[in-house]
């Protein structure tokens, strides 16, 4: 198994620059995806494949992989985007992790 | 619209079980792997099963092999784990999330949850 690190917290103002990184030796040869959680919702992905965007996410959402970090930036964040956030990568059909989530507080 | 609802949560006491439901509708069922995933304050997400389109191949992770077994069925639309021998660190919100086998495996549409809660 494999573990993915991230910052337990990360807190920007309205319109700032948020950066979360996802670090992990798996992120240096697969892809890292992204997961947003509001508060009592489901997750919802917004980044897939290191820096692919769904359809229907906000162009403010974009990812980047050098590595073994993957980072997710949002730019221009709002109020609305305050959640928790977890990378998720894969190795196999057996192994799948997720990291710790990192609360978003945008303030 | 992609659309995942769960249902068969609730309590049970440890040795129990439980079989868990997801209705799915918005997109053609059959042709997606499916999976569980479940969520703990103490230890966040965790993938518990998945099964491929026809049900022939099953992957779970090694702390319920033997315990729990995923299961669909595709005329119905609807995705299944029967959960025997309940634990108390079994307690989380069960996820029923559709899966994309590309690159690499992932999930993209998840379910809203269902709380199963094992205790005495």
């Known amino acids: 198994s494999y573990e993915l690190t991230q910052p337990p917290s990360v807190s920007v103002s309205p319109g700032q620059t948020a950066r979360i990184t996802c670090s992990g030796d798996v992120l240096s040869y697969k892809y890292g995806y992204w997961y947003q959680q509001k508060s009592g919702q489901a997750p919802v992905l917004v980044i897939y494949?290191?820096?692919k965007r769904p359809s229907g996410i906000p162009e403010r959402f974009s990812g980047s992989s050098s590595g073994t970090m993957v980072t997710l930036t949002i730019s221009g964040a709002q109020v609305e985007d305050e959640a928790d956030y977890y990378c998720?990568?894969?190795?196999?059909?057996?192994?799948?992790?997720f990291g710790g989530g990192t609360k978003l507080t945008v303030l | 619209e992609v659309q995942l609802v769960e249902s068969g949560g609730g309590l049970v006491q440890p040795g129990g079980s439980l079989r868990l439901s997801c209705a799915a509708s918005g997109f053609t069922f059959s042709t997606y792997w499916m999976s569980w995933v479940r969520q703990t304050p103490g230890k966040g997400l965790e993938w518990v099963a998945n099964?491929?389109?026809?049900?022939?191949?099953?992957f779970y992770v090694d702390s319920v092999k033997g315990r729990f077994t995923i299961s669909r069925d595709n005329a119905k639309r609807s995705l299944y784990v029967q959960m025997n021998s309940l634990r108390p660190e079994d307690t989380a919100v069960y996820y029923c999330v559709r899966g994309v086998a590309a690159a690499a495996y992932y999930f993209d549409f998840w379910g809203q949850g269902t709380l199963v809660t094992v205790s005495s």
């Open positions: 494949e290191d820096s």
């Open positions: 998720y990568s894969t190795d196999s059909s057996v192994n799948f992790a």
């Open positions: 099964i491929k389109q026809d049900g022939n191949e099953k």
